[in-house]
């Protein structure tokens, strides 16, 4: 099993351009998760899907837009890149096995630059 | 804004020794808590979560609760320089199963 794969695992835009992060799971997990990590802030939830057909906002979704396209795969779009939004991007996924766990599985990142 | 707070660090232990990591959360509402390892430039993984007040162990690892102070913290027993890392204390949002809140991690170094 390969977990939660994403692509690329680099990339640099210029402001302005549009690309989509893609990210896949093997696990047969309902839930996945679009996160970002900026030095000295943390993971921040941008979007996350409960279930397949299902997508919402997290903490910080301006600027972004997700597609849950089936089961296994939970892509993240930039429509027009901003240099605020260099950072790098963790997709993750998880089964929740009852009410108090959540586990989540996360995959290698995508480091991305905004010039 | 609902906070999970940790002390940055770094914090630096002898091998062999107890290193002890911190995390305040503001919402009272959480209910389950992560510990998160990640290695520089790696994903985080997951160590264990805790729910219950009180302690949970799991080899080396002890997670321990205490939800009238708001307080989580993770004990590290007999230190090893693998055990150098950034650690992610996570907290459930309130009323939402799928949303987590992580502290910005506490940078810890083992040294030999």
């Known amino acids: 099993n390969a977990g939660v794969t994403q692509t690329p695992k680099f990339q640099v835009l210029k402001t302005g351009q549009s690309m989509t992060l893609q990210c896949a799971q093997d696990m047969n997990h309902n839930s996945m998760y679009w996160y970002r990590q900026d030095p000295g802030m943390g993971l921040r939830l941008i979007y996350y899907s409960a279930s397949e057909g299902t997508t919402d906002k997290g903490e910080v979704p301006n600027g972004y837009n997700v597609s849950r396209l089936n089961k296994r795969e939970f892509s993240l779009r930039l429509e027009s890149a901003a240099p605020s939004q260099t950072s790098v991007y963790f997709c993750?996924?998880?089964?929740?096995?009852?009410?108090?766990?959540?586990?989540?599985?996360f995959g290698p990142g995508t480091r991305l630059t905004v010039l | 804004q609902k906070e999970v707070e940790q002390n940055s660090g770094p914090l630096s232990v002898p091998e062999g020794a107890i290193a002890s990591l911190n995390c305040t959360y503001s919402?009272?509402?959480?209910?389950?808590f992560f510990w998160y390892r990640q290695y520089s430039g790696k994903s985080p993984e997951l160590i264990m979560f805790i729910y219950s007040n009180g302690d949970k162990e799991d080899g080396r690892f002890t997670a321990q609760l205490n939800k009238a102070s708001q307080y989580v913290s993770l004990l590290i027993r007999d230190s090893q320089p693998s055990d150098s890392a950034t650690y992610l204390c996570a907290g459930n949002s309130g009323g939402s199963n799928y949303k987590l809140t992580f502290g910005k991690g506490t940078l810890l170094t083992v040294n030999p």
């Open positions: 919402d009272r509402g959480s209910q389950s």
């Open positions: 993750a996924s998880s089964e929740l096995e009852g009410p108090l766990d959540n586990e989540q599985f």
